[in-house]
């Protein structure tokens, strides 16, 4: 079987046994997922999530014979990603004086024709922090809400109960700016 082709238990054996093949490949099946997670759940710049992914392969490469397989390798990297992203925040925020940012989604009257990207990005500026990771992770990387909790570190009741919540929160901002809720979620 190609290398390629392995599950993610295969290439963390493969790495294991200090494969740099097997681990660039992990890196290049994660990071456009871990990027795009950075960039939206943590308001990030691109720049950033790339030195945070960068940061946690490196951890984990650093800590590989204390994986266990017991849990999922997405559980895993995303929660150093999560970690990583947060304290990129604390330093921030201790460091620079918040800036005010206010976006309105607009939908130019007689123009139906918006970016869907640039949307949903405007619509997840709308969440905090916690609301947004969980749109990301339900909504877009659809993983099931035990993993969800397992990442975020939240009980499964008050994760379902912020899932509903939010996404109530969500089709109020697109009513209320006269989008349809289709073009975003299905």
Same mark, same amino acid.
């Given at each position: ?19 740099? !093949?097997?681990?660039?490949?992990? $890196? ?32 984990? %490469? ?10 999922? %390798?997405? !559980?895993? =990297? ?23 940012? !206010? ?10 024709? %918006? ?19 969980? =749109?990301? %992770? ?31 929160? $969500? ?16």
């Amino acid at each position: 079987m190609s290398v390629i082709n392995k599950s993610d238990n295969e290439l963390i054996e493969e790495i294991k046994k200090e494969s740099n !093949t097997a681990l660039k490949i992990l $890196l290049r099946r994660y990071s456009p997922r871990l990027k795009f997670y950075i960039v939206h759940s943590f308001s990030l710049p691109e720049f950033e999530a790339e030195d945070i992914i960068q940061n946690a392969f490196i951890k984990f %490469f650093l800590n590989i014979s204390k994986y266990s397989f017991k849990y999922e %390798f997405t !559980t895993y =990297i995303y929660t150093l990603v999560r970690n990583e992203s947060l304290s990129i925040k604390r330093f921030f925020k201790k460091s620079f004086s918040s800036v005010n940012e !206010t976006t309105k989604i607009t939908n130019d009257s007689g123009n139906n024709n %918006f970016d869907i990207n640039d949307c949903v990005s405007m619509l997840l500026k709308k969440l905090n922090n916690k609301e947004r990771q969980i =749109i990301y %992770f339900r909504e877009i990387e659809e993983l099931s809400y035990d993993e969800i909790s397992k990442i975020t570190k939240t009980k499964l009741g008050t994760l379902k109960s912020l899932h509903s919540r939010t996404i109530a929160k $969500l089709r109020t901002i697109i009513d209320n700016a006269d989008l349809r809720w289709e073009d975003f979620f299905s």
